[in-house]
């Protein structure tokens, strides 16, 4: 499973009420069934956190170093599309010959096809995919291995079935309202660009976030402080891209060479776009979390977290996540520090002079 070992994709969701007593009882209840069962639709069920096969459920199966992980498994037997088109196209030129015809109608190529289906179905293997997850009880925070909205909806609609409620996402919106206890639609939007400073601009927190992240680093030294954890940097890196709000939107991405001093990514921030994705490197003394970040979602993609020690697994895997509850302190530390320059009028006021100062000059020509 992804958060054993290597990168990870994931996104955080915070919980809104504490995990149930009977809590494994209920994933066993909904457990995936046997592949022997699974058709051509999408069977769901839960398996345990170790591989896509163990349908066991216990303490033993899904608890690791005291955190609860499972995963959401998806079954489904699929017949390939070529294989499906010739098994068609041998069954249709048979009956072409038998009935002395160049033609076959509709109706004998649907039977046809309904005929194909059936023989080949239970021969196929079911294709076998999983959204695992760990939750962290003490803070009330699910980590989700997934990094498309489609995968965290199918996973909360059937993680509602089993347990009554649904984790929510952690996006720039929720996140916020976590931080502050307040309605982030009512901060003022940030402008990147001094050409376009009399133009109404949106409030699209993420991406103003992502793009703050970039000034910070550059004008205030990436550098800040979370209590309890000591002082940690960020650091920007590429590819950057870029998006503009509105009708016509546009998307560009920098790629080559030093992303963040190209003339490109000073270009699109003078004709009003914001960073939507990047890549960043987060850093305390020797340790790093380097990561892609979306900035729409809030996924975390292909994280490469510190190494570790040389453990057990069960002690492994409590490191792992640590130090996974280590950079979502930090980087809610840094979120919330860009909240409070929204938040406070006059930090605000100081702070949009200072972007277009930054931007205008950037060393892109």
Not at 82 to 105: G, H, P, R
Not at 141 to 163: N, P
Not at 269 to 282: I, S, T
């Amino acid at each position: 499973m992804p958060f054993d070992g290597g990168s990870v994709s994931f996104m955080m969701c915070k919980l809104p009420e504490p995990m149930p007593e009977d809590a494994l009882t209920k994933f066993s209840d909904k457990k995936a069934m046997p592949l022997s069962n699974v058709g051509d639709e999408p069977d769901l069920g839960w398996v345990s956190g170790r591989h896509l096969l163990e349908t066991r459920i216990d303490e033993e199966t899904s608890i690791c170093g005291g955190y609860l992980t499972l995963s959401l498994r998806v079954a489904q037997r699929k017949i390939p599309s070529s294989l499906f088109k010739a098994e068609c196209k041998i069954e249709e030129l048979a009956l072409q010959a038998a009935t002395n015809s160049f033609f076959v109608s509709r109706k004998a190529k649907k039977e046809i096809q309904e005929a194909v289906t059936e023989k080949l179905l239970e021969t196929m293997p079911p294709n076998l995919s999983g959204i695992p997850f760990v939750v962290d009880e003490r803070s009330q925070i699910l980590y989700l291995g997934c990094s498309s909205a489609a995968q965290y909806d199918r996973f909360a609609l059937f993680f509602h079935e089993t347990m009554g409620f649904e984790p929510i996402a952690l996006n720039a919106y929720e996140a916020a309202m976590a931080l502050t206890g307040e309605d982030p639609r009512d901060l003022p939007g940030l402008h990147f660009s001094p050409e376009r400073a009399s133009f109404d601009q949106e409030l699209t927190l993420g991406r103003d976030f992502c793009t703050w992240l970039w000034y910070f680093q550059e004008m205030q030294g990436g550098q800040f402080r979370v209590v309890d954890r000591g002082d940690f940097a960020i650091q920007i890196d590429g590819p950057l891209s870029f998006a503009s709000e509105g009708d016509g939107a546009m998307e560009s991405v920098v790629r080559k060479g030093a992303p963040t001093l190209s003339a490109e990514a000073k270009a699109a921030l003078l004709v009003g776009k914001k960073l939507r994705q990047a890549k960043f490197n987060m850093v305390r003394d020797k340790e790093i979390w380097s990561f892609g970040f979306d900035a729409d979602t809030f996924v975390f993609r292909s994280m490469k977290m510190p190494q570790g020690e040389e453990l057990d697994p069960q002690s492994h895997f409590q490191e792992r996540v640590m130090s996974l509850t280590i950079f979502r302190e930090a980087f809610f530390a840094l979120y919330e520090l860009f909240l409070d320059n929204l938040r406070d009028t006059k930090r605000w006021e100081a702070l949009q002079p200072a972007i277009y100062e930054w931007v205008n000059e950037l060393e892109g020509k």
